[in-house]
């Protein structure tokens, strides 16, 4: 079974911009997806308003007792998440990769426009190795 069970970019007004499913059992249509995507947007700025502790970045990580949801927001506020197996190891240093192949992928591409969905051959390619690479390392316990 893999470790990470489905990835997620979300630009900063809370659309779904990119979504790859890892995950054999329980896919989510595009509906659930949608909304799975809105809503952690939402709980995400709610709780950058809610902290007591000021200059919080919002949720990192939500464990669950079947899963755990880790998050990396750049600094222009685009989200990329990860949903994975509880207790995977590596996550975050995993989501600093995916955010350098964006950047190098996907934001140099001249035919891509900010904001709207990825459709890149070279990001996806690169995105599969890097999970594939991963998954032995977010295994290990």
């Not at 079974?1 to 809370?14: L, P």
């Not at 919080?56 to 899963?67: Q, Y």
């Not at 998954?135 to 290990?140: E, F, I, M, P, Q």
């Amino acid at each position: 079974m893999a470790a990470i069970h489905s990835f997620y970019i979300i630009n900063k007004s809370g659309g779904l911009i990119f979504y790859k499913d890892y995950g054999s059992a329980g896919r989510m249509d595009t509906n659930d997806s949608l909304r799975l995507a809105s809503l952690w947007h939402s709980m995400h700025a709610i709780s950058q308003q809610l902290s007591p502790i000021g200059g919080c970045l919002g949720i990192e990580l939500l464990e669950a007792d079947t899963f755990d949801l880790h998050c990396f927001q750049s600094l222009t506020g685009t989200k990329f998440f990860v949903v994975c197996e509880p207790g995977a190891q590596h996550v975050e240093g995993l989501l600093k990769h995916i955010y350098e192949l964006y950047t190098d992928y996907v934001l140099k591409n001249p035919f891509y426009e900010v904001e709207m969905p990825i459709r890149c051959e070279l990001f996806d390619i690169n995105l599969a190795q890097a999970i594939q690479k991963d998954r032995v390392t977010l295994l290990g316990r």
